[in-house]
Structures are given as structure tokens and as C-alpha cells.
């Protein structure tokens, strides 16, 4: 038995233990896995060629709000926020957050010009109307028109990026045993578009719409499933931290928050009524989706905080 | 450039726990209140009556394969030219904490005004030939201080002739704050 008096640390949010991260990450890489998963499934539709106002481009205009949000709430996150523009002045080939900060940059431009190239075809007359009143978009969109594949292709892969990316973040810090997984960029990636399908779900006009976007979500919902059995499968085959940081959801304090409310609630319960759905039974259709949109939230709050409570050190 | 490889050699079977190097660091760095760059530990092993008391006075261990560093996207936490010593530029810190999630010794933190801070093996005082503020002010000797690249230093013959340890070694970040034993 081994216990452990520290005096003189008393740190803020380091001491007791590390609280250094509140909502505002965990919402970021919410929304930015959303925008990733928005801006793929829109631009697979580009290059599937679909017409008739598809959801799937007509939800392209909100990636980079989305996106805006998701950076604000990162910049709240800073605590040196005058210093923000520092992001852009290195690039630091090591660190995760360098590579977001500009992965970010380089979806924006892309992400608008590739949503202002499928804009007649995701909106119809309604979106001619409003350009036809703003003829300096003219040119801007004939030039994304022209290029609309190209641009789609390079969403893909931007937003393939951005998905991976908000995973890598954290499994990069081998500090932090829970989070030192490669498991989480797939995971949080294959969650993003998870909530990407269900997003589009909800913004879907007819049935025929919404079907495809349930029968992917449910394939996602499997493989995140899968996905989260091999972390915690990982972490309990590691070495002695990673068994501690797996004890947290085996019993340990995290374990409800962990089983209910990500893998029960989060993934169990949507997987289970788009199942019934595409067998067709009746349900309303929002409340998978929000199941889905809101057990992505939750995932990302539950793996930041876990995350901060594993540790190396036995104190 | 030569490199050195600072670090620091604490002997625990000297060690009272008396944190007259905390107290002492706080004063040369003006570290504020309520927050500190370097602590003690104490840690009891065994079943009573059996029992082990260590102190130690831990920091930053200015890591030869530093995290905080690989994890800062700025800049901001650097390797100090020709040394191990990592250091962190105010100027360029944006209070990210990314190098704080990154340090498995959780040894810095954020200061008020927003900018990381941790333990400096005191560089401007090593700089003019002064021991760090910690090291000159133990009351028990218990700590030396110098480079390991060269084997004449008082941290080298100590680490040749006495058992030591490092905190977390599997972390793998090769830290450079030793405590023998």
C-alpha cells in the first residue's frame, strides 16, 4: 500500500486533480466533428451528382457556421485570447492542435466555395432570386460552378481531416492514458458523420429523402460501437495505466455516465429505433436523431473529462 | 554548441520535507500566491507498523524527450538552445493548456495573466553561475545541481555511486529530476 501526502500544490485546475478543459472543448469537437460529417456526406452528394434540393447540399451552408461556433467556443476556451492570432504565426509539425488550427483555415474557403457551387442546385429558384439581387457572386459562382468536383473532392478529404483530427487531438497526449488510444480518431470521425446522418435526417423533406441518411446512420452507429469496445478493450489489455484508465468505466466512478448515457443512450437506444424505423414501424422521426446528436455530445464531454482524471502518476 | 544535460540530483535519505525550496522559489520567481512550480511529495509505503516515509521535492522534470514541447502549437514551450531545459516564451503562449494536458507530471499551470508557467531550473541564475533558488536554499543539502553530459559534475559522480530513481520513467519523457535512494 502506497498512500501520498503532497503539500505546497495547490494549482488551479491542476490540483487535486486535472480540470484544465470545461464545455467549450467538448462542444467544439462536437461541432467540428458535425461540420466534417456535413461537409463529407455533402460532398459525396456533389459527386454522386444528386438533384432535386438534396439535404445533404442544402446543409452544406451550414458547415462553416457551424464551424464558427465551434471555433468560438475554442477561442473561450483560450486564456491568453489576444493571443489567438499566435495559431497562425508557427506551424508546429508535432503538435495536433497546429494541424487543426490549420486544416480549420483551409475548410472554411473551401467549405463556401464548394456550398455557393451547389447553391442552384440545393436551393432551387429561391436561391437564383437571391443571387440574381447580388450580381457580384456572379463570377465567384460560375468559377465554383466550373470547379464543383474538384472542390468536392477536396472537401472530402478536408473533412476526413477535420473528423480524424478532433480525435487525434486528445490521443496524442500519452499523458492522459484514456485518451492515448489511435482508436479515437476513427471513432470520433465515424461519430461526426454519425451526426451528420442524423442532422440530415431531421432537415430531410420526404421519407424517401431521409432513408438513405437512416440506413447509413445505423451502419455508423455499429461501427461506433465496435469502435468503442476495442478502446476499451485496448485500454484493458495495456500496460498498468491503461488498466487503471479502463477501471474508470469498469466499475470505477465513470462507469454509468460511460454504459447508459454514451453506449445505452447515446448508441443503443437510436441504433435500436432507426432499426425498427427502416422495418416499418411508425415512430416520430426526430427522436433517433436527436438521440444520435445529443449521445454525440455526451461522448464528447464524457472522453475530455476522462481523459483528464487518468494519469501516469499514482497520486 | 555543447549540449548540456541539466538536471537535478535529490537525495531523499537527506530530504525533511521542510519545503524551504518551494518557499524559496517562490520568492526568486515571484510565483503568486496560490500557485507554486515546485512541491513535496510524501509518500508512506507498507502496512503499519511496517512503514517507509519518502519526501521529495518534485518540479518540472525539463524532460530530455519533452511532451509539453511536441504538444505546444505555437512555439511557446521550447528547448532552450544547447541544453534540456524547457522554457515557455509569454509571448507567444495563447493559454491553449495543450502542453499542460501533455505533461504527465502536471507540473505547469496558468498564471492570471493568462500565460503558462512552471518550474525555469532558474536559467538566469545557472546563466551568472548560481545554483537554482531551490538548490541554494536547502537547509539539508539534499539537493545538487548540474550537467550529466560532464562526468566531473557533482550530479554525475552521484548518479555513478548512489541507487536512484526517476518519477514515471514509462511515461517515457526521460526526465531529468533524479532522487536517490
Keep these: 500500500m502506497e498512500e501520498f501526502v503532497i503539500t505546497q500544490k495547490a494549482n488551479p485546475h491542476i490540483d487535486p486533480g486535472l480540470a484544465i478543459w470545461g464545455w467549450e472543448v467538448p462542444v467544439y469537437l462536437f461541432l467540428g466533428g458535425l461540420a466534417a460529417g456535413l461537409l463529407l456526406l455533402g460532398a459525396v452528394s456533389v459527386l454522386r451528382a444528386e438533384t432535386d434540393r438534396p439535404a445533404a447540399q442544402r446543409l452544406l451552408g451550414l458547415v462553416t457556421p457551424i464551424l464558427g461556433i465551434g471555433m468560438g467556443a475554442l477561442f473561450l476556451d483560450l486564456e491568453h485570447k489576444l493571443h489567438v492570432w499566435r495559431f497562425y504565426t508557427a506551424f508546429q509539425v508535432t503538435a495536433p492542435m497546429s494541424w487543426g488550427s490549420w486544416i480549420l483555415l483551409f475548410a472554411v474557403p473551401v467549405n463556401l466555395l464548394l456550398a455557393l457551387g451547389t447553391a442552384g442546385n440545393a436551393f432551387g429558384p429561391g436561391f437564383r432570386a437571391f443571387a440574381d439581387r447580388l450580381p457580384a457572386l456572379a463570377p465567384l459562382e460560375a468559377w465554383a460552378i466550373a470547379r464543383r468536383r474538384p472542390l468536392a473532392w477536396l472537401s472530402v478529404a478536408i473533412a476526413v481531416a477535420v473528423g480524424i483530427y478532433t480525435g487525434i487531438l486528445l490521443s496524442a497526449y500519452g499523458a492522459r492514458p484514456f485518451w492515448n488510444s489511435a482508436i479515437l480518431g476513427p471513432l470520433f470521425l465515424t461519430s461526426g458523420v454519425s451526426a451528420a446522418a442524423a442532422a440530415l435526417q431531421l432537415a430531410a423533406r420526404t421519407h424517401g429523402e431521409r432513408l438513405p441518411f437512416e440506413r447509413l446512420d445505423v451502419g455508423l452507429l455499429v461501427i461506433e460501437l465496435l469502435l468503442m469496445g476495442l478502446l476499451v478493450v485496448t485500454l484493458v489489455s495495456g500496460p498498468l495505466q491503461a488498466q487503471r484508465a479502463a477501471d474508470l468505466v469498469l466499475g470505477g466512478p465513470m462507469t454509468v455516465y460511460f454504459w447508459v448515457f454514451v453506449v445505452g443512450l447515446g448508441v443503443l437506444l437510436p441504433l435500436s429505433l432507426e432499426t425498427f424505423q427502416l422495418r416499418g414501424y411508425r415512430l416520430p422521426v426526430f427522436v433517433a436523431p436527436a438521440f444520435v446528436l445529443m449521445g454525440s455530445l455526451v461522448f464528447r464531454f464524457f472522453i475530455v473529462e476522462a481523459g483528464q482524471v487518468t494519469t501516469w502518476i499514482a497520486y | ?181
Excluded at chain 2, 518540479?59 to 515557455?88: E, I, Q, Y
Design chain 2, 1 to 181: 554548441m555543447k549540449t548540456r544535460r541539466y538536471a537535478i540530483v535529490i537525495d531523499t535519505l537527506r530530504c525533511i520535507g521542510c519545503a524551504d525550496c518551494v518557499v524559496a522559489c517562490k520568492t526568486e520567481n515571484e510565483v503568486p500566491e496560490g500557485y507554486c512550480r515546485d512541491w513535496i511529495t510524501e509518500a508512506t509505503t507498507g502496512t503499519f507498523p511496517e512503514l517507509h516515509t519518502e519526501y521529495r521535492s518534485e518540479r518540472c522534470n525539463h524532460c530530455s524527450n519533452p511532451p509539453c514541447v511536441h504538444a505546444c502549437p505555437t512555439g511557446a514551450s521550447f528547448v532552450a538552445d544547447g541544453s534540456n531545459v524547457t522554457l515557455v516564451d509569454p509571448e507567444l503562449c495563447t493559454g491553449c493548456k495543450s502542453c499542460i494536458a501533455a505533461c504527465p507530471y502536471d507540473a505547469r499551470f496558468v498564471l492570471p495573466e493568462g500565460y503558462v508557467s512552471k518550474c525555469t531550473f532558474c536559467m538566469h541564475r545557472v546563466e551568472v553561475g548560481l545554483d537554482p533558488a531551490c538548490v541554494s536554499a536547502c537547509p539539508t543539502r539534499c539537493m545538487a545541481f548540474g550537467d550529466c553530459n560532464d562526468p566531473d559534475s557533482e550530479v554525475s559522480r552521484l548518479l555513478r555511486t548512489r541507487t536512484w530513481k526517476v518519477i514515471a520513467p514509462e511515461a517515457g519523457t526521460e526526465p531529468n529530476v533524479y532522487y536517490l535512494t
